[in-house]
């Protein structure tokens, strides 16, 4: 007999079904949540169970999912319905594979491009940069032939005034590094080439966003002016080790101007075909949010079919599916209810078979709660689960519990805080319930809203009889 | 009003809890829940009665009084005659 006050009666069955229904009837079951499947396939490796190959494939779909949810985490924003979806059928799980993959493979390919087109933009504004600074380091350049040839002081003169025809004499190599790298890149750059460089660095003043890991970083643009083919080879090479990206930049005026204006125009085409690759892939992902919930919650009712579909014994020759079930009596009805909807949606005429094993094996205790029991079988069953068919202290403790907590509280005060939480919660139960929040806390706190309600009432009401109504 | 005699809250009380703990039950409304509900009436009254009780019973029969100096047991004889 059901009663609150003892574990309810278990039987155990064993269920045939025909292979087509199997599916259906363990979603129905699945839904009720009444029945326990026995595992007859212990003994069975994982990796060796029949459906195996589904689980599989529900994982990598699984896989897929969190990878379009982490593209879309301060993007877009999840909607989560108001009702579960339904349970999809096997032929389902291949639409939701074509529709997935093709989506990772949009996704990827546009992440891809905005990477690649980034790229070139960040080249772009550093040539850009380049170009400006270059023109103030020509120009102050007419002093450098001083330092730099003290033995051709006849030449000096025709040099101060013609500077490009100096600047034909030394080569030149122009670039951007990295700001914390200027300061060792100077130095070996003087100790490398024995002082026989010259070299100019100003910071630029905006910093840039670096593609691949979308951070800001500061740069420096520098200019290395030398003589020779062999210090331009050194040059290079400490260039490559410290990753600074050197540009070709020409030495005229004019031509640098036309540059200039070159870049610019690329850059501005750049911008608009960055912002249009973005808005794509934004569009991507708000068409992939709205189903996204529903997607998740079906994988996840998919993978759990198959994790029960795999401790099932298959009979292959007489094409049904053997399991071993425990339910509480009293709902054998709605099992069978269960089950024969399963068979209907899946479109097989031959109805499940229930057959009662005698077995001495101990059944599991089941103790039927509703939302207000369910906080303290939790308790009494944190200490414990009781044998089949033992009393069931459960009842006893949701007085006696708040009871002597009161006698040990006895705050008249602070027991009115916690009756007004536990009443706020209580009250608004159906709105909390449906935040679905994560935090621990928060959630230990919900789901013991009537233990605190209790307490609160039993602590308002203790003190009275203690004739202590204010304890410190 | 000073309750004068012993007699009238333990009757008082003992009405109360004997109204939520015996008479209570019987009108519980038939349903899925009326065995957790009389459970609990019957567990509140037995413990909330009996802990009234016991506190009750203790502070009219105290073990002893307050332990006052002489000083003290003086002056309030002074101020009470």
């Known amino acids: 007999m059901a009663s609150v006050f003892r574990s309810e009666e278990m039987s155990l069955m064993q269920l045939f079904l025909q292979v087509e229904a199997a599916y259906c009837c363990v979603a129905e079951l699945?839904?009720?949540?009444?029945?326990?499947?026995?595992?007859?396939?212990?003994?069975?490796?994982?990796?060796?169970?029949?459906?195996?190959?589904?689980?599989?494939?529900?994982?990598?779909?699984?896989?897929?999912?969190?990878?379009?949810?982490?593209?879309?985490e301060d993007v877009v924003k999840i909607v989560k319905l108001e009702k579960y979806p339904e349970t999809p059928l096997p032929r389902e799980m291949i639409d939701m594979e074509t529709v997935l993959e093709k989506l990772e493979a949009e996704l990827l390919e546009?992440?891809?491009?905005?990477?690649?087109?980034?790229?070139?933009?960040?080249?772009?504004?550093?040539?850009?940069?380049?170009?400006?600074?270059?023109?103030?380091?020509?120009?102050?350049?007419?002093?450098?032939?001083?330092?730099?040839?003290?033995?051709?002081?006849?030449?000096?003169?025709?040099?101060?005034?013609?500077?490009?025809?100096?600047?034909?004499?030394?080569?030149?190599?122009?670039?951007?590094?990295?700001?914390?790298?200027?300061?060792?890149?100077?130095?070996?750059?003087?100790?490398?080439?024995?002082g026989n460089i010259y070299l100019r660095y100003t910071e630029m003043d905006t910093p840039l966003e670096d593609p691949v890991t979308r951070e800001e970083v500061k740069k420096n643009v520098f200019i290395i002016f030398y003589q020779g083919e062999q210090l331009k080879q050194k040059i290079k090479k400490i260039c490559d080790g410290f990753r600074a990206t050197v540009y070709p930049c020409p030495e005229s005026a004019t031509e640098r101007r036309e540059m200039l204006d070159g870049v610019n125009t690329r850059i501005e085409d750049l911008n608009t075909v960055i912002t249009q690759t973005e808005s794509h892939r934004q569009r991507l992902l708000h068409e992939a949010a709205a189903n996204m919930w529903a997607w998740e919650i079906k994988v996840k009712k998919i993978k759990a079919i198959y994790h029960i579909l795999n401790c099932c014994n298959i009979d292959v020759t007489q094409q049904c599916v053997i399991a071993e079930i425990w339910f509480p009596v009293a709902d054998a009805g709605r099992i069978k209810r269960a089950l024969h909807q399963g068979m209907e949606r899946s479109g097989s005429t031959i109805t499940p078979i229930l057959t009662t094993i005698h077995t001495r094996m101990a059944p599991p205790t089941f103790n039927r709660t509703n939302k207000f029991t369910a906080g303290f079988q939790n308790i009494v069953d944190a200490y414990g689960v009781g044998n089949y068919r033992e009393m069931n202290p459960a009842p006893y403790t949701i007085i006696t519990f708040p009871f002597l907590f009161a006698v040990m509280f006895g705050d008249c005060g602070h027991g009115a805080v916690m009756l007004g939480f536990a009443l706020w919660m209580v009250i608004n139960e159906e709105s909390l319930l449906a935040q679905k929040s994560t935090n621990e806390i928060w959630n230990t706190f919900f789901s013991g809203r009537y233990l605190i309600l209790l307490m609160g009432i039993f602590s308002m009401q203790s003190p009275w009889e203690q004739a202590c109504l204010f304890r410190y | 009003m000073t309750a004068h005699s012993f007699a009238l809250p333990v009757v008082l009380f003992s009405a109360f809890w004997g109204l939520v703990g015996i008479a209570a039950p019987w009108f519980v409304p038939k349903g899925p829940n009326r065995g957790v509900i009389i459970t609990m009436l019957v567990t509140t009254a037995v413990c909330c009665y009996l802990f009234w009780l016991i506190a009750i019973l203790a502070q009219a029969n105290p073990l002893f009084g307050p332990q006052l100096k002489n000083e003290t047991i003086w002056y309030v004889r002074f101020l009470w005659e």
Request: aromatic share 10%; charged share 30%; glycine share 4%.
């Open chain 1, 110 to 194: 546009a992440n891809q491009n905005q990477q690649t087109l980034k790229q070139n933009f960040l080249e772009l504004v550093e040539l850009k940069h380049l170009l400006k600074k270059t023109q103030d380091f020509f120009e102050a350049e007419t002093n450098l032939p001083d330092d730099f040839f003290s033995e051709d002081t006849s030449g000096l003169l025709e040099l101060r005034t013609t500077p490009s025809a100096a600047a034909a004499k030394l080569g030149f190599t122009a670039g951007v590094i990295k700001r914390e790298r200027v300061i060792p890149f100077e130095r070996l750059l003087w100790r490398a080439c024995r």
């Open chain 1, 30 to 72: 699945g839904d009720l949540g009444l029945v326990q499947f026995r595992d007859l396939n212990a003994n069975v490796n994982s990796f060796q169970r029949k459906f195996v190959n589904e689980v599989r494939r529900c994982e990598s779909l699984e896989r897929i999912l969190r990878f379009l949810e982490n593209e879309m």
